[in-house]
């Protein structure tokens, strides 16, 4: 990994007193893409608001580059945000809206009009200089509240759920441009989303964040495979999360059932959660599965269908792309390496656990 | 036929509208001093009516009263909305019902309560208890029409404008003020108007020697009407005339989503 360069230390904030933010520590490394996920009310765009500078925490501190930013106003922190709604100038062009740090800045007239035409090729949005913000559709404002912010070279950006007002087409697009955009500034980005897919797409990192903690930080791959808690598992994508038994290492009792699974160090019959993601159960003729069961809903979903299965008590979700009509009777089936075994919660406050890095 | 219908309709409304007016206006050029005959058309009272130190005093005053008491009524009336925008809902919903009641309140209610209550203080009655009572009056209007400015204010243009570098102090002067700005213009012209024709709160708070146009011509009435009053009242008819115009354009021209319900309290 490079070099380590923001650091949230112990950050606790409360709103009326609600706690919305609870002994959050959090590393973001250099030239990195790091996303907050989570739903709404989960603290990540106070945990963002924190690092603009937006809002002070109650307690703990903020960690630039070595020094500590707490209380340092937004104007003086070396970070940009692009905000949910734009917030572009709607009284001032295209180019007013992007010279506007520059000129606070005092940067010469040249500097400026070189750097307004280099941020408007790097959003593809060249010649748009003189047009006012209500002339733009709501993509290319987007892409101008970034190309006002990239101008003042910041070391982070700030993203709080730019995409959200998006519709999906243009999401997906403004998804690939994001990515582009990163790589050609090599700058660190924090985004802000609760749209799972997005983050799967574009981050190095995803910090998935629940009631004030975070759930989960890894990479998309280990976040989506390997879940450490129902949370995150139910959050990323759609999963079937069953309760089980760990009979020992490498094998656990599924509904009744023995599963082979890879494991480990879990103890001997010591009651976990399973989840299995519903592309990697296999639908086969009865003999051949591990459960055997009938298939009760069918939806056609484009890629694939989605069919619910019921077998041995339980609702089985499964994607696949061969039809299995609705009442067949079908064997379920599960790769060892698909079963991901996850400690059961201890109790229902520890839900929601913290996790230090 | 139904359309002629509606069109004599609308024009006996304004007929029965603007008769006055136009009785006044036209009597205005009469050349003859009696109101029932037509003696031809002249100039003579307007230029009487300049020639008249004592209007030409009032006037001035009025002017001075009503510019100043604008400008004052529109600084304290928009940083009052920047606060109540901070407040939190239940508290700004109080505000703005204690802001609107002075207006609903009736004038002379008003200007006997600011003359007992500058008697109170102890203030000698003069020019400077009209502008006093003039900036009190003045302060709804402006936050009434600032107000839904205020609100429609995306609140993330604010710390945009931080987040870019800009001092909070900058931050508001480029970045929200102008949006607020057709809000402020319109709450400024509409507190001159409201000043301009003020004539009861003004009666109960100036004090001996100190006219504004509609007390002097009230005090010029009584003592028998004289025509220039006819040449005063149609200047006076036709600026505030060209002021509600504006009032009315000025927001318009900014933001056609601006509502008009401001203009259409007149």
């Not at chain 1, 180019?95 to 400026?112: M, T």
């Not at chain 2, 509208?17 to 036209?26: D, G, H, N, Q, S």
């Not at chain 2, 709450?187 to 004539?199: C, E, K, V």
């Not at chain 2, 004090?207 to 509609?214: Q, Y």
């Amino acid at each position: 990994m490079s070099k380590e360069l923001i650091h949230l230390n112990n950050i606790s904030k409360s709103f009326d007193g609600q706690m919305v933010l609870d002994e959050l520590n959090l590393t973001i490394h250099e030239n990195e893409f790091v996303t907050l996920l989570g739903p709404s009310g989960c603290g990540k765009t106070t945990t963002l608001r924190i690092l603009g500078g937006f809002a002070t925490p109650d307690t703990g501190s903020v960690i630039f580059d070595g020094r500590d930013i707490t209380n340092l106003p937004p104007n003086l922190r070396p970070l940009n945000t692009v905000f949910q709604k734009y917030a572009l100038f709607t009284h001032m062009n295209i180019a007013e809206n992007i010279a506007f740090g520059l000129k606070i800045r005092k940067k010469s007239k040249d500097y400026i009009a070189d750097k307004i035409r280099y941020a408007l090729k790097l959003v593809n949005l060249e010649g748009y200089e003189n047009r006012m913000p209500d002339s733009l559709s709501g993509g290319q404002q987007q892409r101008i509240a970034i190309a006002r912010a990239i101008v003042n070279e910041p070391r982070v950006l700030l993203l709080d759920e730019p995409l959200g007002a998006l519709d999906l087409k243009l999401r997906q697009e403004m998804q690939y441009e994001l990515i582009r955009m990163k790589n050609e500034l090599g700058i660190t980005f924090v985004y802000v989303t609760h749209d799972q897919e997005e983050a799967l797409t574009m981050s190095d990192t995803i910090v998935v964040m629940n009631q004030g903690y975070i759930q989960q930080i890894g990479s998309p791959e280990s976040i989506y495979n390997e879940p450490e808690n129902a949370f995150v598992a139910d959050f990323i994508g759609d999963s079937n999360i069953i309760p089980a038994t760990m009979i020992e290492d490498k094998l656990v009792s599924i509904l009744g059932t023995r599963f082979a699974c890879v494991d480990t160090g879990f103890g001997h019959n010591k009651p976990v959660d399973v989840v299995i993601r519903p592309e990697d159960v296999e639908l086969v003729a009865p003999a051949q599965g591990t459960l055997t069961g009938e298939v009760t809903h069918l939806i056609f979903k484009g890629v694939h269908y989605e069919m619910e299965v019921m077998a041995g008590g339980f609702e089985w979700l499964v994607h696949s792309t061969v039809l299995h009509p609705v009442g067949e009777k079908v064997g379920v089936r599960v790769d060892p390496y698909n079963i991901q075994i996850m400690n059961k919660p201890e109790s229902e406050d520890e839900e929601a656990v913290a996790i230090d890095i | 036929m139904k359309n002629t219908a509606k069109k004599i309709y609308i024009a006996l409304i304004f007929l029965f509208l603007y008769a006055p007016i136009a009785t006044l206006m036209v009597l205005s050029f009469n050349a003859s001093k009696t109101r029932a005959k037509w003696g031809g058309f002249t100039f003579k009272w307007y230029t009487q009516l300049i020639q008249n130190d004592d209007i030409l005093k009032a006037l001035g005053n009025t002017l001075l009263i009503a510019l100043l008491s604008s400008v004052i009524a529109t600084v304290i009336g928009t940083v009052a909305c920047i606060a109540m925008n901070h407040m939190k809902k239940r508290t700004r919903t109080v505000m703005m019902g204690i802001t609107n009641i002075p207006m609903l309140n009736a004038d002379i209610v008003t200007g006997i309560s600011l003359m007992l209550l500058f008697i109170s203080f102890g203030l000698r009655f003069g020019f400077g208890t009209i502008l006093l009572a003039h900036i009190t009056f003045n302060i709804p209007y402006v936050i009434l029409s600032v107000m839904p400015r205020m609100k429609q204010l995306n609140p993330s243009i604010y710390e945009a404008a931080l987040d870019l570098g800009a001092s909070p102090f900058n931050a508001f002067r480029r970045v929200v003020f102008p949006d607020l700005l057709p809000g402020i213009l319109s709450g400024f012209l509409m507190a001159f108007t409201m000043s301009l024709d003020d004539f009861i709160i003004t009666h109960f708070t100036k004090g001996a020697g100190v006219d504004t146009l509609s007390t002097k011509i009230y005090t010029e009435v009584r003592k028998g009407i004289k025509p220039e009053m006819y040449a005063l009242s149609t200047i006076i008819f036709l600026s505030v005339l060209v002021l509600l115009l504006l009032v009315n354009a000025a927001p318009d021209k900014q933001d056609p989503r601006a509502d008009k319900k401001q203009a259409s309290r007149f």
